[in-house]
T-cell receptor
Framework: AQSVAQPEDQVNVAEGNPLTVKCTYS??????LFWYVQYPNRGLQFLLK??????LVKGSYGFEAEFNKSQTSFHLKKPSALVSDSALYFC????????????FGDGTTLTVKP | DTAVSQTPKYLVTQMGNDKSIKCEQN?????MYWYKQDSKKFLKIMFS???????INETVPNRFSPKSPDKAHLNLHINSLELGDSAVYFC?????????????FGPGTRLTVL
């Protein structure tokens, strides 16, 4: 069975500071990892994904994430947070088994204060 | 020219009624999904169709019946609505259903059962 853990329900940072939203996963086989963002009353939007290759993945809006196989983690980072980054962030994992089903974490609410 | 659209955006109905939610994607994707997001914002996959064929059918009450008339449309019909069905339902699509594919989400349908 595959699973994703986002250990923090809430992350608070000050504008201009770096931010990290944590994600760990558990799968059999090779993981494909995704980050999505959900703004209030909107659908999820894709930020970035790791499929293979370089462990550091760059995505939309200045976000990046680092795949760490030994720690089974895929933390989302941004060097300088903006107030407009405040949203709900979801990590998701898929594998080549399981009919391509996505398993989502429970989400982390990021609040960036001015 | 919305990529993934859903109707209606809001749906308020009485217990015991039957209702449908419609989803259309104009991305030319082969695979479509239905997700349920509960009041705690947890996201769970319900169904997935690839080229009109059901490929993922999670543990969902059989009161929920998806229908895909063509690969651009995936509708969700719910019979005998219950209070616990209140949630936001998201439709999504992906290129081919491969595990490496990004999913594109619709804006959601907020269902309230009274």
């Amino acid at each position: 069975a595959q699973s994703v853990a986002q250990p923090e329900d809430q992350v608070n940072v000050a504008e201009g500071n770096p931010l990290t939203v944590k994600c760990t996963y558990s799968v059999s086989g090779n993981p494909y990892l995704f980050w999505y963002v959900q703004y209030p009353n909107r659908g999820l939007q894709f930020l970035l994904k790791y499929i293979t290759g370089d462990n550091l993945v760059k995505g939309s809006y200045g976000f990046e994430a680092e795949f760490n196989k030994s720690q089974t983690s895929f933390h989302l980072k941004k060097p300088s947070a903006l107030v407009s980054d405040s949203a709900l962030y979801f990590c998701a994992v898929k594998t080549n088994t399981n009919a391509g089903k996505s398993t989502f974490g429970d989400g982390t609410t990021l609040t960036v204060k001015p | 020219d919305t990529a993934v659209s859903q109707t209606p955006k809001y749906l308020v109905t009485q217990m015991g009624n039957d209702k449908s939610i419609k989803c259309e994607q104009n991305l030319g994707h082969d695979t479509m999904y239905w997700y349920k997001q509960d009041s705690k914002k947890f996201l769970k996959i319900m169904f997935s169709y690839n080229n009109k064929e059901l490929i993922i059918n999670e543990t969902v009450p059989n009161r929920f019946s998806p229908k895909s008339p063509d690969k651009a449309h995936l509708n969700l019909h719910i019979n005998s609505l219950e209070l616990g069905d209140s949630a936001v339902y998201f439709c999504a699509s992906s290129q081919s259903g491969l595990s490496t594919d990004t999913q594109y989400f619709g804006p959601g349908t907020r269902l309230t059962v009274l």
